[in-house]
């Protein structure tokens, strides 16, 4: 069995049991959107791909992020979504990704309500990135996102929200991973605590 496979394994036993936790804001009405957590094995190792977002785009331009988007109305569930998204921005067809589950929801600040959900991308895919949604794509080893000496936080005031909160970030060489990626990225990691998979990647607690 190899790396990924062993944590996949062990993330799909977790999420099995896990009830994905649901956004609550009263008085604030969400846009629904869904994104991809794409797995996939490199040089006998676990990562996760993430997009870079074209400079042109209105909304986050040159953020790293996951494969996401808002629910179209022919979307049939917040997976579909996920999917759907993922196949037009990379060319990853729903047949290619093993889907392990679905993780906690979380709001953002630009009034969306995220779906993240967990899956592994078949060997030997070939991405074909849509150049007007990705500029790039990243490809980062599990074991460097769970490295707790690149993670940090910061209180960034939310005029939505008239108050201030917490926002993740993750530095990995000069890519800033930040924001609802990095928090799902955190919660993530902490619903893995005391998986053997998990643990072996990370060289301390969280």
Partial sequence: MTALEALAAAWRERLASHAPRAVHLPGFELKASS??????EEAGEPHFLFTRRPLHLRSHPGQISFPGGGQDA???????????????????????????GQLDELPTPSGYRVR???????PGLVLRPNAEEVAEV???????LVDPARRRTELHEVPQLGRQVEVDYLDVGETVIW???????????????????????RPEAW
């Fill in 35 to 40: 994104v991809l957590m794409p797995l996939v």
């Fill in 74 to 100: 022919a979307d049939e569930t917040p997976l579909h979504t996920a999917l759907r998204e993922a196949e037009e921005e990379l060319g990853v067809p729903a047949s290619a990704v093993e889907v392990l």
């Fill in 116 to 122: 993240p959900f967990l899956g592994v991308l078949r």
């Fill in 138 to 144: 990243l490809r980062v080893p599990v074991r460097v």
């Fill in 179 to 201: 924001g609802a990626t990095a928090r799902i990225l955190r919660n993530l990691f902490e619903l893995s605590a005391g998986l053997p998979a998990f643990e072996a990647l």
